[in-house]
């Protein structure tokens, strides 16, 4: 014997409470495809779009602190070059003497072996940026900063050799301070001026090349605030769905007591029935 009753149990009561818990729970209004299939691929893409330009601003702002550094060493640098100028044109003048004068390029050369120190030690996370390596004084490798989210969002630098080789130093730092005469030391004031003019070159470069970063970084900056306002639209209402979860969570309760009641009115109505 078979008895029937017309009371259905609304299954689409638990699908809502369990879409109000998913959107609550990620944060997201659109989770699946089922919630709006275009809407989601546009989300998708926006999120997607927004963590590439999170990670090309940490890259440009790493790229920025290596320009900084670059740019801090070569100061330092300039500062040496300017100084052993002036020794030079002390040491130019026969009124100076040839004790005076050794001693003046045993300073000079001093002095270079730390322009040669700075540029050997100069680096960033493991890269030397003023010469080859730490132990190769020939011109350092072109970096490539990606700098946005498309592959040839690219800055690149230039190729830089900021040692006494490069500037074309090594005549003077191998001088003999015995046979150091003043006219030597005035044949070694155009070698200088050329180096000052070299470094000052590599200055310009480096720092048109953080100016480009800075410029890219704010860019990005820019269009990723855009499009996480625009993600945003996406985003869950927390206080909407808390309340929609609320009503949702009642209507499934009154839905399980009025299961139980038609159980019970079934196995009272089969009772009838029998007896």
């Not at 190769?136 to 970096?143: E, I, K, N, P, R």
């Not at 015995?178 to 155009?190: G, I, M, N, Q, V």
């Not at 209402?237 to 009025?258: C, H, M, P, V």
Request: charged content about 15%.
């Amino acid at each position: 014997m078979q008895v029937n009753t017309n009371y259905a149990l609304n299954q689409d009561v638990y699908l809502n409470i369990n879409q109000s818990l998913n959107k609550i729970a990620t944060g997201v209004e659109l989770n699946q495809s089922s919630d709006n299939a275009s809407s989601l691929s546009i989300a998708n893409s926006l999120i997607s779009d927004s963590n590439g330009y999170s990670q090309a601003i940490e890259n440009t702002n790493s790229a920025i602190a290596s320009s900084q550094i670059a740019s801090s060493a070569t100061n330092e640098q300039s500062t040496i070059l300017n100084d052993v100028k002036k020794k030079l044109l002390q040491a130019s003048t026969d009124t100076t003497s040839q004790e005076g004068r050794d001693s003046i390029l045993k300073d000079i050369q001093s002095q270079l072996k730390q322009f040669d120190k700075i540029a050997s030690e100069t680096n960033y996370n493991g890269q030397t940026l003023l010469q080859k390596s730490e132990s190769d004084t020939a011109a350092s490798d072109v970096q490539q900063y990606q700098s946005g989210i498309i592959g040839d969002n690219i800055i690149e630098t230039s190729s830089v050799q900021s040692n006494t080789q490069g500037l074309g130093l090594t005549d003077l730092v191998n001088q003999n301070s015995a046979t150091f005469t003043a006219s030597d030391a005035r044949s070694y004031l155009e070698n200088i001026d050329k180096a000052i003019n070299g470094l000052n070159d590599i200055k310009t470069e480096i720092g048109a090349t953080q100016n480009q970063l800075e410029s890219s970084n704010r860019n990005l900056l820019a269009q990723e605030t855009s499009t996480l306002s625009a993600a945003s639209l996406f985003e869950t209402d927390y206080a909407k769905e808390t309340s929609n979860f609320s009503k949702q969570n009642i209507l499934s309760q009154i839905g399980a007591y009025g299961q139980v009641q038609a159980n019970n009115i079934n196995q009272q109505s089969v009772l009838r029935l029998l007896s």
